[in-house]
């Protein structure tokens, strides 16, 4: 593995969380890394050194669910209250008023979130290949089942609770391996279950983002994990959708949203609607942006962040 601060375990919120932290010599100027699924706080590892070398103290946790960090049973305890208050309780724990929050994929989800719950915790915001989510006027679940179907991975989690978890947890290391891909050969899509798919699949497409190393750290730590505790954050998306209602659905703060321009997550058509004051960067890539483009996703967070990020 490239090398990665020692982590610490800290209780907020009602739970434990593991964290990363790099450049505490540089206090007063925060910049919190959220992961996505199934990621780890290692996922961050290309870009931890690049801003604590630009002068930002850098917190990584691994958020509730994944790593060593605590694993409620209760699913309703991975929604968008949750998962935002951890973080402004991590906050609290290192006697920050605000920080940057930088989140990929589901992480991003839960920045954006943590920007409409708690606006004055988050002073700019950096969200990588999952844009700004409309809440529209229906649970995004039923949303999604009626257009894509009940195979559709989000549906399914849903709907079918434990099907999934259970032949991840049973392919561990090759549903990692063949999930973690890029440069993939453009293909129609299948029917079935994504994810469940590529955990049985002998042959990954595509190259590698892992090294060997790295894959080996990643199939450990899901080993011990499971993956149920990141699985129950999709759970709760029409849960998120309820606990949105009523709440302010612009974005106040500063944005940066990277996408990958092959990634199959799409962009938004509706971006600078909610997030207005936002500044838009596509990388040639897939979805695992910052692993797959670590240099220039690092050049884009501290070239925007050297322009707009507010004074420390």
């Not at 925060?30 to 990621?39: A, D, F, R, S, T």
């Amino acid at each position: 593995m490239i090398d990665f601060p020692e982590p610490t375990v800290v209780s907020v919120n009602g739970v434990e969380l593991e964290v990363f932290e790099a450049g505490r010599e540089n206090a007063g100027r925060p910049i919190v890394l959220c992961h996505g699924w199934p990621e780890l706080a290692q996922s961050w590892r290309h870009q931890v050194p690049a801003l604590a070398a630009a002068g930002h103290h850098v917190i990584v946790p691994n958020q509730r669910g994944y790593g060593r960090s605590s694993r409620p049973d209760d699913v309703t305890a991975y929604d968008i209250a949750h998962l935002s208050g951890d973080l402004v309780a991590l906050l609290d724990h290192y006697g920050y008023a605000d920080a940057t929050f930088v989140g990929h994929d589901w992480g991003a989800f839960v920045v954006w979130g943590l920007a409409l719950l708690h606006p004055g915790r988050v002073n700019a915001v950096i969200n990588l290949s999952l844009p700004y989510q409309e809440r529209g006027e229906r649970p995004w679940i039923e949303v999604m089942e009626e257009f894509l179907g009940g195979d559709f991975y989000f549906v399914h989690f849903n709907r079918q609770p434990g099907v999934a978890d259970a032949v991840l947890d049973a392919n561990t290391s090759r549903f990692l391996r063949n999930l973690y891909r890029k440069n993939l050969p453009p293909a129609p899509p299948q029917p079935g279950m994504v994810m469940i798919d590529l955990a049985r699949a002998e042959t990954p497409l595509g190259e590698p983002v892992l090294s060997d190393d790295e894959l080996d750290l990643f199939a450990a730590t899901f080993a011990s994990t499971g993956f149920t505790g990141g699985i129950n954050w999709y759970r709760n998306l029409d849960r998120n959708w309820r606990l949105l209602a009523g709440v302010d659905p612009v974005i106040a703060q500063p944005a940066l949203m990277i996408y990958g321009d092959r990634d199959t997550i799409a962009p938004s058509e509706r971006l600078a609607t909610f997030v207005p004051d936002v500044e838009v960067v596509t990388l040639d890539c897939g979805h695992w942006i910052p692993q797959e483009r670590p240099a220039e996703t690092n050049a884009a967070i501290l070239s925007w962040l050297g322009r707009r990020s507010p004074s420390y």
